[in-house]
């Protein structure tokens, strides 16, 4: 006998999808955005969106948990760290440099990440917030040209780098649900 969960998905048109295409928020009719920030900007909403779902309908342990040992990832500790991401971002071109961490020391997103419902929406409202508020100051940079960054780096950089930070905790995301509860999908 194994511990691990039987795998299954939500979706019936698909079996390998996450949900039916119907049913998929990051799903849309016609054409796609139109030029190079609108398209970044949706990749962006729809990684956010693939991040929000893997939580969804977890409870606080389940969400807690460090599903892929050794590593002390957990879906609540991706939440966490994108928060502190997303505010880390603003510093490499904003006034005034870093803000100070949201949770602590190094790692302190992940290890802090416990089973407890006021931490879970804490996390959430913190990841909300820190996420409008890079979307609100990089609005005020719509040339992704523009050299922005104190390293000398450009919009498009940071918003190229914010989607590829998205893709590939969402590739986490993927392992660390198949193995708390067994639902597979992209």
Not at 12 to 22: A, F, G, R
Not at 45 to 57: A, D, H
Not at 110 to 122: E, H, S, Y
Not at 128 to 157: F, K, M
């Amino acid at each position: 006998m194994s511990d691990a969960p039987e795998r299954w998905s939500q979706a019936s048109v698909h079996p390998d999808m996450w949900t039916d295409p119907d049913d998929d928020p990051r799903e849309s009719d016609g054409a796609g955005p139109e030029g190079e920030l609108a398209t970044l900007q949706d990749y962006l909403r729809n990684y956010r969106l693939t991040l929000r779902m893997k939580c969804e309908g977890l409870s606080p342990e389940q969400l807690a948990c460090r599903s892929v040992p050794p590593s002390t990832m957990s879906l609540l500790g991706l939440v966490r760290h994108l928060a502190e991401v997303e505010r880390d971002w603003r510093g490499w071109f904003g006034p005034g440099g870093p803000e100070p961490k949201l949770y602590g020391a190094r790692d302190a997103d992940f290890d802090g990440a416990a089973a407890d419902q006021a931490l879970v929406d804490g996390a959430f409202a913190d990841l909300a917030r820190e996420q409008a508020a890079t979307d609100a100051a990089l609005a005020e940079y719509p040339d992704l040209g523009a050299r922005i960054l104190r390293d000398g780096g450009s919009v498009r950089e940071l918003w190229v780098h914010r989607v590829e930070e998205y893709a590939r905790h969402c590739g986490h995301a993927d392992l660390l649900r198949e193995c708390v509860d067994g639902r597979v999908g992209q």
